[in-house]
């Protein structure tokens, strides 16, 4: 799966060096950052000569090849965006990931600046790119119909999406692991939490590589692919425990990057064509992309498969069967998640500490938030219980989310939405949220029904998809942890109750002294 490049400047993770070293000091880490420089810089040059060859070789035989092929006309794409239709996700998923990309982890690649750090004696004449040829480009003739055509395109992108991702994985060892390992910029223990399990991925990937290459026949199709898929499949099991690493990895990196070496390294990286701009976490982030990307990939290839065809019965189960890894790779990262960031968590008070925030398997989302004050808060949404917090980092530059007054139960909940353009009346808004246009905009409100400690909270959103993302999670994990609780409440009555009395416990829930009550047992 490709990686979208952008041109959106990047925030600088480090300041300068202080000014009151002594002449002495400061000689010998210039000394030791040059050397190093000078390092990183051959074994980059080496790498980029390597793409400038491979390139060049390319485009030789671009040139070399026939012009006047005889092929039967077909429509072709650059890639399958013509060929795969969106596919419809459970709103859930939709949320998380939405909330993921424009709240949560902001990972997107952005350029470093372009100064370089000494002059090169050598420039990457060519920036390494990816192949967009397609399954109709490697055949020179063929009778297929153009149902048949498009699921050899479709099968041709799986094959073409596990060598990209070979490469990848393989050039991440090779210009990233063991060059910061061998010049010391981190240990070996930092290097491993970082990296995970990802150099065991690769011969993974090898393996279904070299099975799908055997299906192809001497015309360069590939007939029954169900029965391949359905016995490799499950080797995919090793992406829980590289996912679930993921979150730790990347906060880990983030802190990293914060030393004068590490961000130079990575920067050289960046600057050189092998990275295609990319960032190291685009990079450890592919395996991911690629594990949600393979129920599309046998959609397609199954809404092109013909009546009758050997895959006709295994593709069904092939699907069923992916579609059950990326379910519960999705569910243990994201009790991963929740663990790491309860972890983080510093509470200024006894009181803040919730069984609800302990109890929590997960969380709907967590992202930045505004208060009535114009504040910057970090908010997060757990199973059971909405948290604010206030970033920050203990002596080891370690984030972590200092708890912000006082959590709130979801199933106590109560989320009043802000119209945009509504007026600011009272001082609760005024200044803070309207910036002197006097207007409110991509506000809300959530108060507690039934604790006195927790006061009305009313946050602005960045902008209004944001917003809504929000409100759609707090409606629902208010939802979900209501029925939770009347569920509870149902299986602690006497089993001799009478059912015509089961009623009152519904009622109970209306009842916000009952309600905190049962929830603080």
């Given at each position: 799966?490709?990686?979208?490049e952008t041109?959106e ?6 300041s300068?060096?202080?000014?009151t070293h ?6 010998g880490?210039?000394?030791?950052q040059d050397?190093?420089?000078?390092a990183?810089?051959r074994?980059?040059?080496?790498e980029?000569?390597e793409?400038?060859g491979e ?5 030789v035989?671009?040139?070399?090849e ?15 965006t013509?060929?795969i ?5 459970p ?8 909330i ?5 982890f902001?990972?997107?690649a952005?350029p470093?600046p372009?100064?370089?750090?000494r002059?090169?004696t ?7 790119r ?19 055509i ?13 060598r990209q991702l070979i ?5 991440v060892?090779?210009v ?5 390992l061998?010049?010391d910029?981190?240990?070996?223990s930092e ?7 990802l150099?065991?991925l690769?011969p ?7 099975r799908?290459?055997?299906l ?19 080797c995919?099991d090793?992406?829980?425990?590289y996912c ?6 990347k ?6 990057k ?7 390294f ?8 092998f ?5 190291l ?15 599309l ?22 699907l ?5 890894i990326?379910a ?6 994201g009790?991963a998640?929740c ?14 500490r919730?069984?609800?925030i ?11 938030l ?8 970090h908010?997060?949404?757990?199973e059971?219980?909405?948290?604010l917090t206030?970033p920050g ?6 984030q972590?989310?200092?708890?912000y007054r006082?959590p709130?139960?979801?199933?106590l909940i109560n ?11 009272g001082g ?6 309207t ?5 409110v905009k991509n ?6 029904r039934?604790?006195s400690?927790?006061?009305?909270y ?5 902008d209004?998809?944001s ?8 409606r629902?994990?208010?939802v ?16 001799q109750a ?10 109970s829930?209306?009842?916000?002294t ?7 047992r």
């Open positions: 799966m490709e990686v979208e041109s400047p990047r925030t600088s993770w480090f300068g060096s202080g000014e002594s002449i002495c000091d400061h000689a880490k210039k000394r030791k050397s190093t420089t000078e990183v810089a074994i980059l040059e080496d980029n000569e793409a400038d390139m060049m070789s390319d485009l035989n671009d040139s070399e026939p012009s006047n092929k005889r092929v039967k006309p077909v429509v072709k794409s650059n890639s399958l013509g060929v239709t969106p596919v419809k996700t709103a859930l998923k939709r949320i998380s990931q939405s993921s990309r424009s709240i949560s902001r990972t997107e952005r470093l372009s100064t370089p750090l002059a090169r050598k420039a990457s004449s060519f920036p390494r990816r192949s967009s040829q397609c399954w109709s480009d490697t055949v020179e003739s063929h009778d297929l119909t153009a149902k048949e498009k699921r050899q395109e479709v099968i041709y992108e799986l094959t073409q999406g596990e490469d990848d994985l393989s050039l060892k090779k990233y692991y063991e060059p910061m061998k010049l910029i981190m240990t070996e290097l491993g939490q970082i990296f995970g399990t150099d065991s690769i993974l990937h090898q393996d279904l590589l070299s799908l290459e055997r192809r026949g001497s015309e360069k199709t590939v007939g029954e692919v169900g029965t391949t898929l359905m016995d490799w499949f499950p995919l090793a992406y829980v425990t679930c690493n993921q979150v730790g990895a906060a880990l990196l983030d802190q990293k914060q030393e004068k070496r590490v961000e130079q990575l920067r050289l990286c960046q600057e050189s064509s990275s295609r701009k990319l960032d976490w685009n990079f450890l982030d592919l395996p991911r992309s690629r594990l949600v990307k393979y129920p990939l046998l959609r397609e290839i199954q809404k092109c498969t013909p009546p009758e065809h050997p895959d006709e019965d295994t593709l069904p189960e092939a069923e069967l992916i579609q059950s990326v519960e790779v999705n569910k243990k990262t009790e998640e663990q790491f960031y309860r972890r983080g968590l510093v509470y200024l008070e006894e009181s803040q919730l069984p609800e302990q109890q929590s398997r997960f969380l709907y989302c967590h992202g930045e505004k208060n009535n004050k114009g504040q910057r808060l908010v997060f949404l757990f059971l219980a909405l948290v206030r980092e203990d002596r080891e530059g370690a972590v989310f200092q708890v006082q709130l139960p979801n199933a989320l009043e939405e802000i119209p945009d353009g509504e007026a600011a009346g609760s808004f005024r200044g803070a949220f910036g002197g246009n006097d207007k506000c809300f409100r959530v108060s507690s039934g604790r400690k927790a006061h009305p009313s946050l602005q959103a960045n209004s998809f917003k809504q993302q929000w409100i759609t999670c707090l629902q994990a208010i979900q942890s209501r029925d939770r609780t009347s569920h509870t409440s149902q299986s602690q009555l006497p089993p009478d059912p015509d009395l089961y009623h009152i416990a519904e009622l829930l209306s009842s916000d009952e309600m905190a009550d049962h929830t603080s």
